[in-house]
């Protein structure tokens, strides 16, 4: 990557944004001139990349044509309604929302996937990323799927409150705070207390009893790996942990696999890291370990000893970084190295 990019990060001010550049610089990104964005209200003040101060400005205004690449990082009515403006002024735009996920006509790419993907960028001219959930789940699940086919995922996740965004971190610490000094506390992001708490509810539901990022799971499934045909079953839970998901994964595979086959594929994987030791504290926990790291974690792996073709798994991963920064910045940079 030597030539220069124009690059703009829109929700530069946002837990996302914050870490997208970060890792512009941990990567050294092969950057021109960056454009951080934002609403009016925080227009005019500075972020720092790669040694540089950057001005912070106003979204509303920006001329996108500046740039040849633009990560969105804002939400999704932001990017419903500035996405299309920047793809349509010729630069790339790699969104990390839901909103263009389900798009049969836009890629949604995990690097260590399906980079294949990326190449129908040009027809709208925008990538979508997809929920950090799914991304830890498919990076550990895509070698065994390769190698001896999935038929159904069984998939109970453990969500950390930075998912939410800076508010939910403000509400778990003062919720914390306030409670080991017996204060009321104030419940305003999540319906229920998070503090000491989990809630078995994430998105909105649906009409099928299911939430909506559940079933994210299962439509971004099927996309990633092209197959209308496997089967996936998510519980979503939030729980007290500022940074960091888990999952507790049980696949029932095509063919037989053993847990020593499966150990061995994985740890062969890019962008998984194995803790795999069958003692105390001999697994991944994601506050401990998968915070700012950009691998995915997997451990616990065995075999189902109520189905012989099955194994279950505990995978662990930032939810930030490679569940939406890293993913992010690592799409760009295949973007800039095989297509642009």
């Not at 994987?269 to 003692?279: C, I, Y």
Request: glycine letters at 6%; a negative charge.
């Amino acid at each position: 990557m030597n030539k220069k990019y124009d690059v703009a990060v829109v929700g530069a001010t946002g837990v996302v944004g914050e870490m997208i550049l970060s890792i512009l610089e941990q990567r050294n990104f092969q950057i021109n001139s960056l454009y951080p964005l934002a609403s009016a209200n925080s227009t005019g003040k500075k972020v720092f990349c790669q040694g540089k101060s950057w001005m912070v400005q106003d979204l509303n205004t920006f001329d996108f044509s500046q740039v040849q690449i633009s990560l969105f990082s804002a939400g999704g009515s932001i990017s419903k309604k500035y996405a299309p403006i920047a793809a349509d002024s010729g630069c790339v735009v790699i969104d990390n929302t839901a909103y263009f996920r389900r798009d049969k006509d836009i890629p949604l790419v995990i690097p260590e996937v399906n980079p294949h993907a990326i190449v129908d960028y040009t027809k709208r001219n925008i990538i979508s990323n997809p929920n950090c959930s799914t991304i830890q789940m498919l990076v550990a699940l895509k070698p065994i799927y390769d190698a001896v086919g999935i038929k159904r995922i069984n998939v109970a996740t453990y969500q950390a409150v930075s998912g939410s965004g800076k508010e939910a971190i403000t509400e778990l610490t003062d919720q914390t705070v306030k409670l080991l000094n017996g204060q009321e506390i104030d419940i305003k992001v999540y319906p229920k207390q998070i503090a000491f708490n989990v809630i078995p509810h994430i998105d909105v539901f649906q009409d099928n009893g299911y939430t909506r990022e559940e079933m994210k799971m299962v439509w971004e499934t099927q996309k990633i790996f092209e197959d209308e045909n496997i089967l996936v079953n998510p519980t979503a839970v939030r729980v007290p942990v500022i940074y960091g998901h888990s999952e507790a994964i049980n696949i029932e595979t095509r063919r037989k696999i053993t847990a020593t086959a499966a150990t061995k594929i994985l740890s062969e994987a890019n962008g998984v890291t194995v803790m795999d030791k069958r003692e105390d504290g001999g697994y991944a926990t994601p506050f401990v370990e998968a915070t700012n790291h950009d691998d995915t974690f997997v451990g616990r792996i065995r075999e189902d000893i109520s189905h012989e073709k099955a194994l279950n798994l505990w995978v662990v991963s930032d939810n930030i970084r490679k569940g939406a920064a890293l993913n992010t910045v690592q799409i760009a940079e295949i973007l800039i190295e095989e297509y642009l």
